[in-house]
Nanobody, 116 residues
């Protein structure tokens, strides 16, 4: 069974940092494009960052220079290092794995709250 499990969310003050992790299982992790998507309350989901099998990356303009996505295929994991966090970064963060023939898989999400 293909599964993604996120971890690392929590409450952090503005200007702080968090590192999200997403662990995949039941899948050939290295062939998937891995994406972090977030959804704030009352808003649509938005792409935060993506890393492709070839390690090319893309970021939402709102997080460029603050967030870094990385992957460790040996550990079936993708990470999102989030620095200089702002209240607008408050959202549920979801991990997604996508492959053109294997389909798309979502994790259950992890809550990030940026507040004093």
């Amino acid at each position: 069974q293909v599964q993604l499990v996120e971890s690392g969310g929590g409450l952090v003050q503005p200007g702080g940092s968090l590192r999200l992790s997403c662990l995949g299982s039941g899948m050939m992790f290295s062939i998937y494009a891995m994406t972090w998507v977030r959804q704030a309350e009352g808003k649509q989901r938005e792409l935060v960052a993506r890393i492709n099998p070839g390690l090319t990356t893309e970021y939402a303009d709102s997080v460029k220079g603050r967030f870094t996505i990385s992957r460790d295929n040996a550990k079936n994991s993708v990470y999102l290092q989030m620095n200089s966090l702002k209240p607008d970064d408050t959202a549920v963060y979801y991990c997604n794995a996508e492959h053109w023939s294997e389909g798309s898989v979502w994790g259950q999400g992890t809550q990030v709250i940026v507040s004093y």
